[in-house]
């Protein structure tokens, strides 16, 4: 099973994540969800066409950690026996913030209302917005096990106007292009989620495009450097 999305394994037709931190976990059994990757066809994925940000802001060492940091980065590793993804070393410089947003990520990320293929839409259209491959390069893979096929993930650059997809799925495209570029969804696309969503994801939707603003902001701006490829036993793909 693929760890890490380098684009060489995201385009392997096997690909798809294991993940075990609490604040990001594949997603249970709610209904409509499924931890079987999507179709795994022979679409291939979208090159990333951005050139990836320069570090300006290196993850805090081990050595110089908190004791109580230190556990709590032991707490969001993708692998129990894995490095600390540079996201939360990186975060780890302001210790309190890191604590609290992971809490509210990882409610978004494992413990919403919408349903995992939903968010994972609306998340990879908005790390296609704001050019933050870190993001893209975990959620592509999040967005496999959450049913999303690899056409669909192909399909994400187009947005709500690729004739693939179904009316609930533009709809959520659709969504995210309008908090992108006005930070209000319209009344047209508002009716047309409604139909398909309750009261509680609807709160959700708007707040997850706002999070993945929040983190591709950070991750640009700070420079978060891509994690290095695990060791071959780590990154090796289930048959």
Request: net charge negative.
């Amino acid at each position: 099973m693929c760890w890490r999305a380098h684009p060489q394994r995201l385009n392997s037709p096997d690909c798809c994540t294991q993940i075990t931190s609490p604040a990001v976990e594949p997603a249970g059994e709610r209904p409509g969800e499924s931890d079987e990757p999507g179709t795994n066809d022979d679409v291939q994925l979208p090159e990333w066409p951005h050139p990836e940000p320069e570090l300006r802001l290196a993850p805090v060492p081990p050595e110089d950690r908190a004791p109580e940091t230190a556990e709590l980065l032991a707490q969001l590793k993708f692998r129990p026996d894995g490095p600390d993804p540079n996201i939360f070393a990186t975060l780890a410089h302001h210790p309190r913030l890191l604590k609290r947003w992971s809490a509210f990520g990882g409610t978004l990320l494992r413990r919403g209302e919408l349903s995992a293929r939903a968010r994972e839409l609306l998340i990879l259209r908005t790390a296609w917005h704001c050019r933050a491959h870190y993001e893209w390069s975990y959620h592509v893979p999040l967005g496999l096990m959450s049913g999303i096929t690899r056409a669909e993930v192909a399909a994400i650059p187009e947005g709500p106007a690729a004739e693939m997809w179904a009316p609930a799925d533009a709809a959520l495209l659709q969504a995210a292009d309008e908090l992108h570029r006005h930070a209000i969804i319209s009344d047209d696309t508002w009716a047309s989620l409604a139909k398909e969503h309750p009261p509680a994801q609807l709160v959700e939707i708007p707040m997850v495009v706002g999070q993945y603003h929040l983190v591709a902001f950070t991750l640009n701006s700070l420079g978060v450097q891509l994690d290095e490829q695990p060791d071959a036993s780590a990154s090796a793909v289930d048959d």
